[in-house]
């Protein structure tokens, strides 16, 4: 019976650490996350020869130092089963996956002591001593880079620029066309998806009073800044009211990724009424990425539906569309980074919402399980997914243009 028990554990250990060892070696999108797989091959490998140490060790006797080998793979078990658990406990959505590594834990523990009592010969066991701690902090030293320090390593992001061309007047001198050059830059070490992309322009006027204003004015005009998306000026003489959207479009394609040391340049033209009502244009570039290292992103990007129609419209993406602004919705699946999170964790989606309004465009990008979709994250939700995923959103804007010269032409 003491024999069975040891065989379940360390055979049943062998297959799951070698599928998932093999999964991540091959698969895994970080050096840590092979060098986990290569641990988990090897503690696969040592357990497998262990149970064939254990039947030597209580059956057979023909090695003289099975005992020792069977304590060894014992002991590599408990402490490769143990991390496991905290791992499948910490992050894991399957009850099924801490169960069962919570008994191979438990059996591992049974298995060092059981060995352990046959009173193993230990040869220069000093040396023994100083492997087994060697290989131990060198195993927890590579699950807690894995799994506690590189989820919280600082980010680094891309960069976008946008830069203004020569204005250009209509051969009958009624409209004018501004062309604008939109950069990104990859100067980071990691690769990223872009889950969505978009540039607006909003025309705004900007009137000068004919006398100067009044302090209580410009005390108004502060009050705005706390629930306003844009912060304009105070200022003695002009008189800011509210933007309105000119134009709006996505620059780059959906699901596109940037590499590290990349750089991805387009050009978008915006064209206007030479008698627009507007004083100047000012112009937004914004994307939404996420990390190659912390997700697989399952191309393509499939369009969903639209805001003000279709029954996969999420409750609070209607109730914006009362509100006047508008949603094209993108879905695509997305995986883990690594084997472990893969089988213990619900599929997730990532979800873009392509926003636009009179009162300019964005992107939003939210990654949940299907079916979560009308869930509202709290603050601490938004921050695990982001920092998981490595979500981040790369904004740029306003890059402002008078159009007092253009219009003074007509």
Request: neutral net charge; without cysteine.
């Amino acid at each position: 019976m003491r024999v069975a028990v040891i065989l379940l554990t360390f055979l049943t250990t062998t297959l799951l650490l070698g599928r998932f060892g093999l999964a991540d070696f091959v698969h895994a999108l970080t050096f840590p996350g092979r060098v986990t797989g290569t641990v988990l091959l090897v503690v696969s490998f040592t357990t497998l020869v262990s149970a064939a140490a254990v039947l030597d060790h209580w059956v057979r006797h023909s090695f003289p130092h099975s005992g020792l080998v069977a304590l060894i793979g014992a002991f590599a078990a408990l402490l490769t089963n143990a991390m496991l658990l905290v791992e499948t406990v910490k992050d894991g959505e399957s009850a099924a996956y801490p169960t069962l590594f919570g008994a191979l834990t438990a059996g591992s523990a049974w298995a060092v002591f059981a060995v352990w009592r046959t009173s193993v010969t230990v040869p220069a066991p000093k040396r023994v001593a100083a492997a087994v701690i060697v290989s131990s902090v060198i195993a927890v030293a590579n699950f807690g880079y894995q799994n506690l320090y590189q989820p919280y390593q600082r980010e680094t992001r891309p960069l976008i620029t946008l830069s203004m061309g020569k204005a250009v007047l209509s051969k009958d001198h009624k409209a004018f066309a501004v062309p604008v050059d939109i950069t990104i830059q990859n100067h980071g070490d990691v690769g990223f998806y872009v889950l969505g992309t978009e540039f607006h322009a909003m025309g705004e006027r900007v009137p000068l009073s004919s006398r100067d204003r009044l302090r209580q004015q410009w005390r108004t005009d502060a009050e705005k800044w706390a629930n306003a998306d844009e912060v304009n000026p105070l200022s003695r003489r002009e008189i800011h009211q509210p933007g309105e959207l000119v134009e709006a479009q996505p620059w780059m394609p959906y699901g596109q990724w940037i590499e590290s040391s990349d750089t991805f340049a387009t050009q978008v033209v915006v064209q206007m009424p030479i008698d627009t009502p507007y004083d100047q244009v000012a112009f937004y570039a914004t994307a939404s990425l996420a990390r190659k290292d912390r997700l697989v992103l399952q191309p393509p990007l499939q369009f969903l539906a639209y805001s003000w129609s279709g029954s996969k419209v999420p409750l609070w993406v209607k109730e914006q569309q009362k509100k006047g602004l508008d949603s094209l919705i993108y879905r695509a699946r997305v995986h883990e980074n690594n084997a472990i999170d893969e089988s213990t964790r619900d599929p997730r989606y990532v979800t873009v919402y392509w926003r636009f309004g009179t009162h300019g465009a964005s992107v939003a990008t939210s990654i949940a399980r299907q079916g979560d979709e009308d869930h509202l994250p709290t603050q601490a939700e938004a921050r695990e997914v982001v920092s998981r995923y490595g979500l981040a959103d790369v904004i740029t804007g306003p890059v402002e243009r008078t159009l007092w010269d253009i219009k003074s032409q007509r």
